[in-house]
T-cell receptor
Framework: DAGVTQSPTHLIKTRGQQVTLRCSPKSGHDTVSWYQQALGQGPQFIFQYYEEEERQRGNFPDRFSGHQFPNYSSELNVNALLLGDSALYLC??????????FGPGTRLTVL | EDQVTQSPEALRLQEGESSSLNCSYTVSGLRGLFWYRQDPGKGPEFLFTLYSAGEEKEKERLKATLTKKESFLHITAPKPEDSATYLCAVQAGGDDKIIFGKGTRLHILP
């Protein structure tokens, strides 16, 4: 049983560019949440998708947007990248109200 | 405001030296408290979910307990491979997001 997968593993972008990160949930899970983890900090909630709709959003600007596909996979898009967007981006999947399981993350570096 | 505070920030133990990590929380109606283990540069690995005060769960050398204000992760006779950052998180009733603490960096010396 494959767990949560994310791609790419690492990504380097320059300020002002746009980036798309991808996530495939654990088999049987229909809900995907995205988190941003800065170095030395705990993960911060960005948003959650269920039935292809954004169900809840954290305190992140509109530059952060997402999408969920009919097969439950998801994308996170970040526009107009800033240096402060450099972080580990984590995807978690769940079958609510059960526990969220995390993927390996995508390390984004903005130069 | 929902909040999670973990202590200590970092802990160094000798192999076999038991200890406890603390997680204090403030949340409007606890739906679940979670413990995750995270190795450097990797995603958090699920350890335990606790739902109500008095609940306890065990896995190998780890035991998690929960009161109305805090949770403890007890580690018994740790080994070097237990070295990692341990994250505590809470989910409020009616909420989808998980709120994390900053974690405790645990280093077990051989």
């Amino acid at each position: 049983d494959a767990g949560v997968t994310q791609s790419p593993t690492h990504l380097i972008k320059t300020r002002g560019q746009q980036v798309t990160l991808r996530c495939s949930p654990k088999s049987g899970h229909d809900t995907v949440s995205w988190y941003q983890q800065a170095l030395g900090q705990g993960p911060q909630f960005i948003f959650q998708y269920y039935e292809e709709e954004e169900r809840q959003r954290g305190n992140f600007p509109d530059r952060f947007s997402g999408h969920q596909f009919p097969n439950y996979s998801s994308e996170l898009n970040v526009n107009a990248l800033l240096l402060g967007d450099s972080a580990l981006y984590l995807c978690a999947s769940s079958l609510p109200p059960d526990t969220q399981y995390f993927g390996p993350g995508t390390r984004l570096t903005v130069l | 405001e929902d909040q999670v505070t973990q202590s200590p920030e970092a802990l160094r133990l000798q192999e076999g030296e038991s200890s406890s990590l603390n997680c204090s929380y403030t949340v409007s109606g606890l739906r679940g408290l979670f413990w995750y283990r995270q190795d450097p540069g990797k995603g958090p690995e699920f350890l335990f979910t606790l739902y109500s005060a008095g609940e306890e769960k065990e896995k190998e050398r780890l035991k998690a307990t929960l009161t109305k204000k805090e949770s403890f992760l007890h580690i018994t006779a740790p080994k070097p491979e237990d070295s990692a950052t341990y994250l505590c998180a809470v989910q409020a009733g009616g909420d989808d997001k998980i709120i994390f603490g900053k974690g405790t960096r645990l280093h077990i010396l051989p």
